[in-house]
């Protein structure tokens, strides 16, 4: 997926959880640094301070994947991810990042 278009349709679920967690979000155009560990995948979540285009996406795959949320998210486009809910916490949030990467 294009940044543009990613931006496009994700930008109230980034700005909400943005806002929410007091995440940045790092888009994939920024390069990257020579002695920043923050987008290294060792880093453990709960020292992160960024979340990437790739995080957002695998956080809303397991929550449309979550047995609750299945039976509405049959029909992905008329899905509005700006209704979706940020984790009250950051734990909440990576284990779900980590939960869509698996699936």
Do not use: H
Not at 57 to 76: K, P, T
């Amino acid at each position: 997926m294009e940044t543009k278009d990613f931006t496009g349709i994700y930008k109230p679920l980034v700005d909400k959880i943005s806002r929410q967690l007091g995440l940045i979000f790092i888009p994939l155009n920024v390069p990257e640094g020579n002695v920043c560990f923050m987008s290294n995948s060792g880093l453990r979540p709960e020292f992160k301070t960024t979340f990437t285009q790739l995080d957002v996406i695998n956080f809303v795959y397991a929550v449309l994947y979550s047995s609750s949320s299945r039976e509405e998210s049959r029909n992905f486009e008329k899905i509005d991810l700006s209704q979706i809910r940020c984790p009250e916490d950051l734990e909440t949030f990576w284990e779900l990042v980590r939960k869509g990467a698996g699936l």
